[in-house]
């Protein structure tokens, strides 16, 4: 089984994607934080009232988010945000926490409101906030993820030493990707002291690292493990991992209706991947009724939401004219969507394309990019093809639209077609019968 390709950038993905999400409060918004001064009065009004009285950083706090919220008072998000910044000045993590988050999510002036935002994460990190330590890190490495490592790490540790079960899950992945290199604690170790905080993410990245060998020894039954904790939580992602176990028997016992349950539960929270998997089954008629229709109706809901496997399937059902009319036209334009997203065989493809003009009028030199594209990616036949088709084609040069000298169209080799089974990231698997029966 080959290793997955593309984990790392989906690995940063994750840690870019965490930028524009506020950290999550898991207990204590900080330590030290004192309950609120006017927690007795039951009546909103009152609140306020008693809140107003007083001039200490935990009143000006809980007085600000009345403001904002418009708690007992009418919402002023001009007010809530001077008695927030008060309460900052004099010490609460919490209000920090708050005007980062604020700032974070502003669009009036985004070069200043990112800025704020920062310094605040760090004013609360600085006030001992583990929330506040964990969104500066997230800022740090959306902002520039190698460059802020070391500080990132820094916040992320400091966090952790609080209890923060979203800072051990961040410290795992830049363990994972090498960002973090003083070699304390492993990525595993990491992600389970976050899975035994309660983090659903913690389960889902052990499931990849154990069912890919990352860092571990290679163990289907661990990530079959893994997974299935993550999918009762609710992780989408999870439950398609743990489908494509079942589709192919790795560490659990073959099962087209466990693997389609799963799938279309999946599929039911909107998983695009969910949809491309389940319509293979429909294609090739494992553990249902071959279908076209279902296998088209599910990789154009996928596609719709972007997805290279999709995308690359559908190009290939037109190419084939299966279900749909054969149109190379429709299966270029379907094919070039699926290449720019990296997807290592439609690059492969789509160099074959331009080379045959197949869909498009023939273009040597882009059909070699397009082929140096698929080996970058890790495409055998695209690197067989390039070796021995583009030895004269300057890939640096524009292209123009001629034939490059070289072999007859005949002595092209198209990608493979079959690898189509989409396994979470961006790594596929033959999806003929004998593939899905042993695995290989």
């Not at 898991?26 to 009004?45: I, Y």
């Not at 609140?47 to 107003?52: F, M, S």
């Not at 084609?393 to 072999?407: F, I, M, T």
Request: glycine share 8%; hydrophobic share 40%.
């Amino acid at each position: 089984m080959r290793q997955r390709k593309g984990l790392s950038a989906l690995l940063l993905a994750a840690l870019l994607a965490a930028s524009s999400a506020q950290a999550e409060t898991s207990g204590p918004l900080a330590e030290g934080v004192k309950d609120e001064p006017c927690a007795a009065e039951t009546d909103d009004a009152k609140r306020v009232q008693c809140l107003r009285k007083g001039r200490d950083s935990e009143s000006l706090y809980h007085l600000g988010m009345a403001y904002r919220t418009g708690s007992g008072v009418k919402a002023d998000q001009d007010q809530a945000l001077k008695l927030l910044k008060k309460a900052s000045k004099k010490g609460s993590p919490a209000a920090s926490l708050e005007l980062a988050r604020i700032y974070q999510g502003s669009r009036r002036n985004e070069k200043d409101a990112a800025a704020l935002a920062l310094d605040y994460a760090e004013r609360s990190c600085e006030q001992k906030s583990p929330d506040g330590c964990t969104l500066y890190g997230v800022m740090l490495i959306a902002a520039a993820p190698e460059d802020n490592a070391a500080e990132a790490a820094k916040a992320y540790d400091a966090a952790a030493s609080r209890g923060s079960g979203e800072a051990f899950l961040h410290l795992g992945r830049m363990t994972l990707l090498g960002l973090v290199k003083d070699g304390k604690r492993t990525a595993e170790e990491l992600f389970l002291a976050a899975e035994q905080r309660g983090i659903a993410e913690a389960s889902l990245r052990l499931g990849e690292i154990y069912r890919d060998g990352l860092t571990v020894p290679q163990n289907y039954q661990l990530a079959a493990d893994e997974f299935r904790k993550a999918a009762l939580q609710g992780s989408e992602e999870a439950m398609n991992d743990l489908a494509v176990l079942y589709t192919y028997g790795l560490g659990v016992e073959q099962s087209y209706s466990k693997a389609r349950e799963l799938y279309e539960k999946a599929v039911g929270l909107g998983s695009s991947d969910a949809m491309n998997n389940l319509a293979m089954l429909y294609q090739y008629g494992f553990g249902v009724r071959k279908s076209y229709p279902m296998t088209a109706r599910l990789l154009e809901s996928a596609a719709r939401q972007g997805n290279a496997q999709a995308l690359y399937n559908l190009a290939i059902m037109r190419i084939r004219g299966q279900y749909y009319d054969r149109d190379e036209g429709q299966a270029f334009d379907l094919m070039s969507e699926a290449a720019k997203q990296n997807h290592p065989e439609a690059a492969a493809n789509l160099g074959w394309m331009y080379w045959n003009g197949v869909g498009t009028a023939v273009n040597r030199r882009l059909g070699c990019r397009w082929w140096d594209n698929a080996v970058i990616a890790g495409n055998d036949t695209a690197k067989e093809n390039l070796r021995r088709l583009c030895k004269d084609v300057n890939l640096s040069e524009p292209a123009v639209g001629r034939k490059a000298d070289g072999a007859d169209d005949e002595d092209v080799r198209p990608a493979p077609e079959a690898r189509n089974m989409k396994k979470g990231g961006n790594r596929s698997r033959p999806a003929d019968k004998k593939a899905l029966r042993s695995g290989s």
